[in-house]
């Protein structure tokens, strides 16, 4: 068993090898230029459809008009939000944010791999720790990334009505959790294909099929096998249809997630271990 200080030495490592993912987007040129497409992308999201559309989606003439349309989809609740920039922000937010973990954590270890880096990172830390601070700098990345848009918008909501500050800081920190919580088990996807694939290229082509052509097969073993619908429990974000519409709070929003994220990274430390460095 592992006492104290080992455990504490390992927490040490991890924070060491997340803090440099962090690094890595802040202070080299590569991941400058990526922060700046992710700030000038979400920039544009902000300044034209949220900011142009808010007055509209404010108005009392819209929302009624919407509410029959809105109620169809299971939308309708968004437009009782007392910050109307949030309601944007949120369908925008909720599955873009994703889709950009999948892409912004493609190469946790991927390029270590190929450049032989990583056996050199592995004579000062255990394959575990590498993976889980590998992860952890990630989830620490895209959370950085989500808490700056939130801040942009609520800047925004202040900006139209300072009276709007409050709610929109409450609004700020129940999306931020929400949101981290969506992202967390696409990182861990990607945390899985990382411990044995060398490329992250590689890595965005298998989760494109993983999705792709799995969603397919499991498609067509439900038409055969009733009980097969349940195996699309294994993609991530096959609970956001049921949470965008923000009409009813269950626990199972969250459980699924985490549940998802615990499984990945567990298949993938398995993977790590078994894998050549």
């Known amino acids: 068993m592992n006492n104290p200080s080992q455990i504490q030495q390992s927490l040490f490592r991890m924070w060491a090898l997340a803090k440099f993912e962090l690094i890595r987007l802040f202070f080299t040129k590569r991941g400058s230029l990526a922060l700046l497409a992710f700030v000038t992308a979400w920039f544009l999201i902000l300044y034209y459809p949220v900011n142009s559309a808010v007055s509209i989606v404010a108005s009392d003439g819209f929302k009624e008009m919407a509410k029959d349309t809105f109620g169809m989809l299971g939308l309708s609740a968004l437009l009782n939000w007392q910050v109307s920039e949030f309601t944007l922000y949120w369908l925008i937010a909720l599955y873009s944010f994703p889709v950009f973990a999948l ?6 270890t991927c390029a270590d791999r190929t450049r032989g880096t990583l056996r050199f990172i592995s004579l000062r ?22 808490l700056i848009t939130l801040i942009a918008t609520a800047g925004m909501a202040w900006w139209r009505d300072s009276n709007l500050l409050s709610p929109a800081l409450l609004k700020v920190g129940q999306l931020f959790i929400e949101l ?71 626990i199972t929003h969250y459980i699924i997630p985490i549940v998802q994220t615990f499984c990945y990274l567990i298949l993938a430390s398995i993977f790590m271990k078994r894998s050549a460095l």
């Open 125 to 146: 830390a255990t394959r575990n720790e590498i993976l889980f601070g590998r992860f952890l700098g990630q989830v620490l990345i895209i959370a950085l990334l989500i």
């Open 180 to 250: 981290n919580i969506v992202v967390l088990p696409f990182i861990a996807l990607t945390s899985f294909f990382n411990s044995f694939l060398r490329s992250a290229k590689l890595t965005s082509v298998i989760t494109l099929l993983f999705f792709g052509l799995g969603t397919i097969i499991i498609s067509l073993l439900s038409d055969k096998i009733p009980n097969a619908q349940y195996l699309y429990y294994i993609f991530p974000g096959v609970q956001l249809s049921d949470i965008v519409g923000q009409n009813l709070f269950s």
């Open 103 to 108: 892409g912004a954590s493609s190469d946790q």
